[in-house]
């Protein structure tokens, strides 16, 4: 049993190039996040998806997009990259009630560097 | 906005007791948790708590809820060198589908 599986784990990129941040998990869960990580300041939410075919923006959603492919695929596109999205970013799905009382499990993280 | 506040860094002898604190603001807030990132890697759950609990124990770690004041702590038993890491505080409010975060403490234990 993977979890949430994020792709890639290290990336360089220069300013203004894009690319897509992958996350899949295999727990059937319904909802779906993206957190970026800065020194200091704890996980800031990007986007999230409530459930397949929504998304709605967090708390630092300029500069980023996402795509809820399917109910197991949640990905984070940088359109134009700039150094301020230097961070590691963490994908996150969630239980819904029961026993499990809405607990997020988190991938390895992305560790990106825009130069 | 909602805030969730930690201190920093915490460094405690190994077989030592450590106690993490975190403050939050949000009244509304129904479950709170504590999470442990090791170097290089995810989030991972330790523990949680239900707003209406005023403490719970599972095993080396025991949260207590202070929902007066709005204080959350979680004890580390017989710390060992394998505690080291950083340990997040989180709260979900009602109606609220995300979690808030504190900043964050490393815990440093010296053998």
């Known amino acids: 049993n993977a979890g949430v599986t994020q792709t890639p784990k290290f990336q360089v990129l220069k300013t203004g190039q894009s690319m897509t941040l992958q996350c899949a998990q295999d727990m059937n869960h319904n909802s779906m996040y993206w957190y970026r990580q800065d020194p200091g300041m704890g996980l800031r939410l990007i986007y999230y998806?409530?459930?397949?075919?929504?998304?709605d923006k967090g708390e630092v959603p300029n500069g980023y997009n996402v795509s809820r492919l399917n109910k197991r695929e949640f990905s984070l596109r940088l359109e134009s990259a700039a150094p301020s999205q230097t961070s590691v970013y963490f994908c996150a799905s969630q239980t819904l009630g029961g026993e499990a009382k809405n607990i997020q499990y988190f991938g390895a993280g992305t560790r990106l560097s825009v130069l | 906005g909602e805030d969730v506040e930690q201190s920093l860094f915490l460094s405690v002898r190994e077989g030592d007791s450590s106690v993490i604190n975190c403050t939050y603001t949000d009244s509304s807030s129904t479950y709170l948790y504590w999470y442990k990132q090791e170097p290089g890697a995810g989030l991972q759950l330790l523990t949680y708590i239900f707003s209406n609990m005023d403490m719970k124990q599972d095993q080396r770690l025991t949260v207590l809820l202070n929902k007066k004041d709005k204080h959350l702590s979680l004890r580390i038993a017989d710390t060992q060198t394998g505690d080291s890491a950083i340990y997040f505080c989180?709260?979900?409010?009602?109606?609220?589908?995300?979690?808030?975060f504190g900043s964050g403490t490393r815990l440093q234990v010296q053998p």
């Open positions: 998806s409530a459930s397949e075919g929504t998304t």
């Open positions: 989180a709260e979900r409010g009602t109606g609220r589908r995300a979690l808030t």
